[in-house]
């Protein structure tokens, strides 16, 4: 079983209008509800891929409830901690005239020592049956900086490999309490300098290309030529779906740990993980669904490159 954990999950609420006018009455033409949050996407894809998993994390409220019964539905196992605050939402205002989405994303909920202690308690509970943990997104308030951290620390003392995926901070405290695979939110960062702090690899996009680094080695994966799939252009040409799309970013991401975690738990060869997880990135299509023939056809098209030397750390940090 893996386990993906969401810390500040969101309800996006999409409304669409035949036109919208600020300061005005708008009529809405269609209403559309979908949970949000990192690794609540790659739960949604490591189920495609038949793989048992369960969303946990922290849910409350009405927006929690929803976010719940949605899953429920694609058929994601959950088993969150609740909370006594509200779980944020993200509203989507779409113009169907002119094109135009605006959006207002609600602030964090605010989590309460209490909570985070239940939320501890949970989530060993459900180390005894994981073979692997995924913790990716951001932290809402109340949490310390250091919350992957310890929840890394857990997952180790069970014996359970972890894959982190954050930003800032959160990063780095996560990373130093040895996850199997770090995959940073943003460029930027020190590759070396992560091996060198604690994590087993660290895996970036660069450019249409994938990379990954551990202690002894380092592999590029990436797509041959510019294949088409569902008439766009995967990775590659730079446009329409995967790693180097204009959609690339938080959805390219979430695809990229989903394609790569269950190679972590079921021990495959690095060459091996990055062909699934690079075919994967590529056949996601902009709502989030994987495209499973164009996905086959992609997995051949992936070629690994072994690099001799991973990336030494910069002077001066």
Not at 51 to 64: K, M, W, Y
Not at 279 to 289: C, I, R
């Amino acid at each position: 079983m893996i386990v993906t954990v969401t810390l500040n999950p969101a309800l996006h609420v999409g409304y669409q209008a035949k036109r919208v006018g600020l300061g005005q009455a708008n009529e809405v033409s269609r209403v559309s509800y979908r949970a949000g949050g990192r690794g609540l996407a790659v739960a949604r894809l490591l189920h495609t891929f038949g793989h048992e998993v369960v969303a946990a994390g922290l849910l409350g409220g009405a927006s929690g409830e929803v976010i719940r019964a949605e899953l429920a539905q694609a058929g994601v196992a959950t088993q969150f901690t609740r909370i006594a605050g509200e779980s944020r939402r993200l509203l989507e205002v779409a113009d169907a005239c002119d094109g135009p989405v605006t959006t207002f994303r609600e602030p964090a909920p605010y989590i309460t020592t209490e909570e985070l202690g239940r939320l501890a308690a949970d989530y060993l509970s459900l180390l005894a049956d994981a073979d692997a943990v995924v913790l990716c997104g951001s932290l809402p308030d109340g949490l310390p900086a250091d919350t992957y951290g310890s929840l890394t620390s857990y997952a180790a003392d069970a014996g359970v490999p972890v894959v982190l995926s954050a930003g800032g901070s959160a990063l780095w405290h996560g990373a130093s309490r040895g996850p199997v695979l770090v995959m940073p939110e943003s460029a930027g960062n020190d590759l070396a300098r992560l091996i060198d702090k604690g994590a087993g690899s660290v895996a970036v996009r660069s450019g249409p290309a994938v990379e990954v680094v551990t202690a002894q080695a380092r592999w590029r994966a990436s797509l041959v030529g510019t294949p088409r799939v569902g008439g766009q252009t995967a990775p590659g040409g730079g446009a329409g779906r995967g790693p180097a799309g204009a959609e690339g970013s938080g959805r390219d991401r979430d695809a990229l740990v989903a394609g790569l975690v269950p190679g972590i738990a079921l021990g495959w060869s690095w060459p091996d993980m990055l062909r699934h997880a690079v075919a994967l990135a590529a056949a996601v299509a902009t709502n989030g669904e994987v495209d499973l023939d164009a996905y086959e056809a992609l997995v051949p098209e992936v070629t690994i490159e072994p690099c001799e030397e991973r990336p030494k750390e910069r002077t001066g940090e």
